[in-house]
């Protein structure tokens, strides 16, 4: 029932914005779930009544309330993003159960929490009530806080924030509203306990304070009004803006742990759950240069507005240091190439005939260098010394055809394309019936686990690691020192950085730069970013290639064609291929054998 | 130790620093010479035959400077490291030996470096021993050995462009001599080997200068070396301790493979790591090489009293290199005569 007592009319701003959020939020749902392939919606059926809501439940408190990932890389920015997440949640759970303790109902108006204390103003005795009004301005306190902090460091731009992404033009609207949301409810609150007393320890304190001053009464209306009407421009504002990551990003979890496979559903899902927050502007290393911006945070505030360009498009490297980082986990490279396959044309030729190589079939190891493994025969010579000394026998599948992993004409958006290489490829592969399969190059090892699962397909650094540990080859250590560059392909792509580290461990003293393993550098080399103009790669290779010198190693060791020859290109130190290193070391005894 | 007497002190002693202290000591004035090795001539120096002088590299250096020059004294293995100004205006040359040398005028002549053939790893070089540089081959041809020796009916693959106009190396300029060398080196190896075969690959020929073009319908004609426009895009080894080359022959719109017994790169022409004048590296050119005060001022560098000439300022042959090195020692004494 709307009666004067739970109803007044500027209560109306806030009621049409928040109504048009939850009407916006539902159509972009259902919208979501009628596009979902039948198999997903079965999915997600099945799964809504299992433990996984609840692990979801569980990760969207860490996430989208605590923001723990965002804390792990940056405290102060996860505390300014919990502050306001988690103490604004806060007041919306505790003010309903406020209300629905004052008046015994389930069913109060939905604003009727919000502006509790003007319907309710003064101290009331009811159940608990103490203790609800010192909640409720404890997490004011905690949002006043994280916004007060938020202020100072926008006015002195420090090293805990590193480069602020600059927002458009209704993100900057949504952000200006949403600033002024707390302060007012303060003033409102504050000045409400000033006349009419009650209050906790914030609201109740100032209210005591400006107690009896004049100007009290006439401020008392427009306060309100001015935060009911900046809660509704906020409201408004949030589908076209980034805050629409709040309520999406919970559906992106429960999708996830729902186990929904559909890429389309996962990339809108991700798009429109990108909090905006920046954090992988702050590692990509296209970012610190002068470069149009085309970062995930950049690329996908276009992307909603339907203007994303030719350079956030083809300008990623491909590199992954952002999704390394990012809160979220959105896939802004998957974003990326599903928007590159728009912009080509989309074939599937047939494949070209595999060479069948009869002579060498039955080999215990084939070996596949591809086509930057061309650029860098020192590599191929080194795996040769140590498959000798191990004494298997083995054969270069691509010795003398051209095969191709498909990688470069994925990137340009033509997977059809690159899947009918990837078939010759897997045609020859098998041809050659190994017992596993090992590429030289990251790149192509990526692509060959995920189309071969007949063999066990590793990497060169792995399988060598592998054939030491086995004893098949014996490794002797030198005074050496060594500086391992961990290629994004093999680090953040496929997971492996410390094994590499470790059998260098076995041959050299390391001497590893802070930011490596997952973490690492991207060479500049990398296949994406077909339009980085040619003077941004070297200035790329040159700004790695002097990160990995600073150690002061002797030798850089990578484990990836294309990174050696980017780094070789613009470092005073020797680079080698992680293979030549190891042949380097091989005990002659183990080569005789 | 400071001498304080000299007018000039050039740094580098190849065909560019020659000429300009023949030039400037005809005309009076007192040069000292910083050479970084332990003999003179440069890279021309080494040079078996100059095309189109006809003599070795070393009778071409010898010729430039008389032996014995009153005006002219040489440093060897001293390598510049720093020029300051100063504050009579005069110019200090410090030494990695940490000597420093002054004098009113500095003229560098520092010349150039040869790319490193290993940076282009898929040609092999240092890696299979068939593969060398064109300055492996002068060399050894200069010592009198002959790589090779066993084979019979050797083939040989030329590679032009290696480490010049390769975006992938980031280098874009043009050596400008390597394509009349490498005809020239063709040529030569047929007059050695003479049942030898010789193949260039090229991106085009530019052959600029007098008698260039000739040479190259010489070899054509007399010499029968093959050309072919493309470049070679994959090298590996043989059995038999030959090299497999890939290669795409881009006027026929056809790949290629041959096997060969020695390829040869001609490696390109690259920046030395600019010097520091009063303590900022010098200004460079596009090319990364030494820049100049301004288009009309071709000798002078931003800094009053040092000058520049020859191959430091980017690629030349021998004649350019004794015609720029010959103005430059004119705008030195002009102004030592201020
Ligand atoms: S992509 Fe991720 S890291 Fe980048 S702004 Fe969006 S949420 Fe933040
Ligand atoms: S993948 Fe690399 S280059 Fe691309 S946006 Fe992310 S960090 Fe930047
Ligand atoms: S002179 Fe000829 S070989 Fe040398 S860089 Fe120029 S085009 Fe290439």
Redesign the pocket.
Known sequence: MITPDNFNIFVIPFTLGMTFVIIWLLATIVRLWRHMPQADRRRVRHSILTVSTLRAAGEIVAEVLIHRRIWKRNKFLGYMHMSFAFGWFMLIVVGKFESLTYTGNHFNPIWYPLFFKFFVPGEHEFFLSAFFTQAMDLWLALILSGQILAFVKRRMPGRTIGIR?RHTAVNRAALTALWFIFPLRLAAESVTAGIHGGGGFLTGTIGQAIAGAPVLDSLFMPLWWAYSISLGVFFVLIPFSRYFHIPVEGFLILARHWGVSDEATIRTLETLA????????RVCPRAQGDAPRM???YF?ERLRAGRDNDNDVWGCLGCLR?EE????V?H?TQIRMARKMQAVPQRRPQPAPAPVPQARQGVDVALFAGCMGKLTPGTKAAMNRILQAAGLAYAWVDEDEDLCCGRPLRLSGRTGEAQARMDRLKTALLALNPRVIVSTCPICYNMIRAAISARPVLHHTDFVAQLIDEGRIAVGRSAQTLTYHDPCELSRMADISSRPVSTLAKVGTLKQPDECGRESHCCGGALGGLAVAGHERTRLMTATADYLQRPGAQTIVTACPLCKKSIAQHAATPVVDFAEAIAKSLKTSSINQ | MNSNHNDTIIIGTGIAGLTAAAELSARGRKVLMLEKNDSTGGHVGQWSVCFPFGISGRELAESILPQSNANVSIRTRSTASAISTLPDGSLSVSCTDGTAHSARTVLLASGYGMFDARLKEELGYGIYPGVLTSEDIERQWQKGERPLAGHSNPRFAIVHCVGSRDLKCNIRHCSKVCCMVGVKMATEIRQRYPDSQVTNYYMDLRMFDNGYEELYHDAQLNYNVQFVRGRISEVAPTNDGRLYIRAEDTLLGKPLRDKVDALVLMIGMSAHEPLHVDGEPMNRSINGFVGTASPVQINLTATPGLFVAGAAKGPMNITEVLADARAAAAETDKYLSR
């Open positions: 992404p990108c909090s905006a927050c920046g954090m992988c502007l970062q995930p945070v996908i952002c980082v990012c809160p979220v959105v802004s």
